[in-house]
Structure formats: structure tokens, C-alpha cells
């Protein structure tokens, strides 16, 4: 009996000085996002006109805009990220006019939206590389909390 209480009190002790309130590495939610994101990155777009890629575009912009709650969140803002996403926010508005050109003209594969396009997914790229930098770093608090 005493080996059994001694055992439950090396494991309450053990247990107890944990810092539960500082957020796991990685940040599980964001990571699940980053994955989503890279995924729509990779296989959207493939083999389609540049016109037909501004629903994929814009869901990438949905799961970007996930992704900046969830850095909000847990307060992991950085100029790095600023700085990409107003590449995206600028890379945006240039394929939304080049869109608008093409529209107004004949030809259904114009090279501007083509670049247009491109560059809106290189922005993309470098937002989550970003993003994936803020997420492996370690929590701003890591190792100032007592034991």
C-alpha cells in the first residue's frame, strides 16, 4: 500500500510542476492551417487559365485570413508576416486590375494576368514561409517562468 501511495505522489509531484499555461511549440491549430494553405498553394491553379485560378485564389485568401486570427491569437505578430502580407494584399490587387483589363479585351490567355497570377502566388509562398517561421519559433515566453 505504501508503494502505491508513494508511486501516486511521485507522479502528482512530477506532474505538477509543468507550465500548463505556457502554449505548446508548434502551435497545432496554426500548423493545421499552414498545411491547408500549402496544400490549396500547390494544387490550385494546376493546368487552369489564369482567369478560372481566382476562386482558389481567393480561398487562399480565406485560409490566410485563418491563419492571422490564429498569429493574433497567440500573439506571434511579426514584420516579417506584415511584410508578406502586404505583398499578398498588393500581388492582389494587381491580378484583380490585370482581370479587369483581360476582360475588357480578346485575348482569353493574356500574359499580364498570367504574370499577374504568378506573382500572386509567389506572395503567397513567402506568407507562409512567414508563417511557418512564427510557428517553429519558440512562444515569446519560453524559459522566463520559474519551475
Same mark, same amino acid.
Given at each position: 500500500?505504501?508503494?502505491?501511495?508513494?508511486?501516486?505522489?511521485?507522479?502528482?509531484?512530477?506532474?505538477?510542476?509543468?507550465?500548463?499555461?505556457?502554449?505548446?511549440?508548434?502551435?497545432?491549430?496554426?500548423?493545421?492551417?499552414?498545411?491547408?494553405?500549402?496544400?490549396?498553394?500547390?494544387?490550385?491553379?494546376?493546368?487552369?487559365?489564369?482567369?478560372?485560378?481566382?476562386?482558389?485564389?481567393?480561398?487562399?485568401?480565406?485560409?490566410?485570413? !485563418?491563419?492571422?486570427?490564429?498569429?493574433?491569437?497567440? !500573439?506571434?505578430?511579426?514584420?516579417?508576416?506584415?511584410?508578406?502580407?502586404?505583398?499578398?494584399?498588393?500581388?492582389?490587387?494587381? !491580378?484583380?486590375?490585370?482581370?479587369?483589363?483581360?476582360?475588357?479585351?480578346?485575348?482569353?490567355?493574356?500574359?499580364?494576368?498570367?504574370?499577374?497570377?504568378?506573382?500572386? !502566388?509567389?506572395?503567397?509562398?513567402?506568407?507562409?514561409?512567414?508563417?511557418?517561421?512564427?510557428?517553429?519559433?519558440?512562444?515569446?515566453?519560453?524559459?522566463?517562468?520559474?519551475?
Amino acid at each position: 500500500m505504501r508503494a502505491a501511495a508513494s508511486v501516486a505522489a511521485l507522479f502528482l509531484l512530477a506532474t505538477g510542476c509543468r507550465n500548463d499555461s505556457v502554449p505548446a511549440w508548434g502551435y497545432p491549430e496554426l500548423g493545421a492551417t499552414l498545411t491547408a494553405l500549402s496544400r490549396t498553394l500547390e494544387e490550385g491553379c494546376a493546368g487552369q487559365a489564369p482567369e478560372s485560378c481566382a476562386g482558389e485564389l481567393d480561398r487562399l485568401d480565406a485560409l490566410a485570413g !485563418r491563419a492571422f486570427t490564429e498569429v493574433l491569437d497567440h !500573439r506571434l505578430l511579426d514584420t516579417a508576416y506584415v511584410g508578406a502580407r502586404n505583398e499578398v494584399d498588393r500581388a492582389r490587387e494587381l !491580378r484583380t486590375a490585370a482581370a479587369a483589363r483581360a476582360r475588357a479585351g480578346r485575348d482569353p490567355y493574356p500574359l499580364p494576368l498570367r504574370r499577374a497570377v504568378e506573382a500572386e !502566388r509567389l506572395a503567397y509562398r513567402h506568407l507562409l514561409a512567414a508563417l511557418e517561421r512564427i510557428r517553429t519559433a519558440p512562444p515569446p515566453e519560453a524559459g522566463a517562468e520559474p519551475v
